[in-house]
């Protein structure tokens, strides 16, 4: 059973349902679960509240990687699903991203993109700099050397310092916006608030 379930899924799109109708769960698509969604593809990036930290081209210079990196597509929420919320700019995702394959399994492992505005007890406001700066190179969250997944880090890596510092210093310098999103769940647990998934497939000859 759970064999030929995952036999279809590898055949997905060009030969799932002929593979399915062959077995135990005729006519099933992983598909039918899913919506079809359009998610954004314009990220604001709010203006920082004047600061006596950083330099107006410090901010200036975050304002524009932060646009120009899309963080905004997974960070503000909504963006996921083709509604940005303008009062939640950068301040995270109510919506996840699995990062395991749905398809596979049931429960896949969700992650919700962060509150990065520096609200005290929801976003990055007790959070020092060089914290931040490693965290936007190298994706590390705690002391424990654990790299996230999904988030693109290692297509930031390469951004030089004093960019990694601009981008740090603007997301220190927005207002503040409370706002908890849902805690991560891992693989094998059932995610109570929704998600999407990304995924490349490969058709097999
Ligand atoms: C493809 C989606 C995606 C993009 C684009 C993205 N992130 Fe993330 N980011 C995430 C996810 C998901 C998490 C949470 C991961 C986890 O908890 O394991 C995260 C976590 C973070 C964290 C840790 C926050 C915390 O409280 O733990 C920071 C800081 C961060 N991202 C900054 C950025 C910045 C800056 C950018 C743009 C340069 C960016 N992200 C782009 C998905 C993304």
Redesign the pocket.
């Known amino acids: 059973m759970k064999f030929i379930t995952r036999y279809c899924v590898y055949l997905l799109p060009l030969f799932a349902l002929s593979a399915c109708e062959t077995g135990h769960e005729t006519g099933y698509n992983p598909l039918n679960d899913y919506t079809q969604l359009d998610p954004a593809t314009i990220f604001a990036t709010p203006e920082p509240l004047p600061s006596s930290n950083y330099s107006t081209e410090q901010l200036a210079r975050g304002k524009y990687m932060?646009g120009l990196?899309?963080?905004g597509?997974?960070?503000t929420d909504g963006a996921l699903v083709g509604a940005p919320d303008p009062a939640r700019l950068l301040a995270g995702s109510d919506t996840g991203?699995a990062y395991t394959s749905p398809f596979i399994d049931d429960n896949p492992g969700v992650?919700?993109?962060?509150n990065?505005t520096p609200d005290m007890e929801t976003g990055?406001g007790t959070w020092t700099m060089s914290r931040?700066v490693d965290?936007?190179r190298v994706g590390t969250?705690d002391h424990s050397g654990r790299s996230?997944?999904?988030?693109?880090w290692p297509a930031?890596a390469s951004i030089t310092t004093e960019d990694a510092f601009s981008?740090a210093a603007y997301?220190k310098s927005l207002r503040p916006v409370r706002h908890q999103v849902p805690a991560?769940v891992n693989p094998g647990q059932k995610a109570k608030a929704p998600f999407v998934h990304f995924g490349v497939y490969q058709t097999i000859q």
Do not use: A, E, T
């Open positions: 932060v990196l899309g963080c597509s997974c960070h991203i992650v919700y993109p962060r990065l990055l931040l965290m936007i969250v996230i997944p999904v988030m693109p930031f981008i997301l991560n």
